[in-house]
């Protein structure tokens, strides 16, 4: 169904910023509650933010909290991370995903892009 673009990332140093950015094609981007995720090597997979349909309702992950925004513009069909503050703990390849309504699966997944932050 909806496809995920991610752009943005890079290479940064510690205490810097990057905003990632997720494109979504299709015309029922504003039926999907997005998400952020991440993955570093030898590490699962983890969910750093989430945003509902409406963009009222947020989450966090500890490790993220006051450091990371997550926002979407339904309009433009596009999902954003605003990343403040990074860490080297933060370095993984970040991917965003999309949640159908009335789904509890993360169903629609990018293709990810690399954030590395050096010390």
């Known amino acids: 169904q909806v496809q995920l673009v991610e752009s943005g990332g890079g290479l940064v140093q510690t205490g810097g910023s990057l905003r990632l950015s997720c494109a979504a094609s299709?015309?029922?981007?504003?039926?999907?509650?997005m998400g952020w995720f991440r993955q570093a090597p030898g590490k699962d997979r983890e969910i750093v933010a989430s945003i509902s349909r409406s963009g009222m309702s947020t989450y966090y992950a500890d490790s993220v909290k006051g450091r990371f925004t997550i926002s979407r513009d339904n309009a433009k069909n596009t999902v954003y991370l605003q990343m403040n503050s990074l860490k080297p703990e933060d370095t993984a390849a970040y991917y965003c995903?999309?949640?159908?309504?009335?789904?509890?699966?993360?169903?629609?997944w990018g293709q990810g892009t690399q954030v590395t932050v050096s010390s």
């Open positions: 299709g015309r029922t981007f504003e039926f999907y509650g």
């Open positions: 995903a999309a949640q159908p309504t009335y789904s509890s699966v993360w169903a629609n």
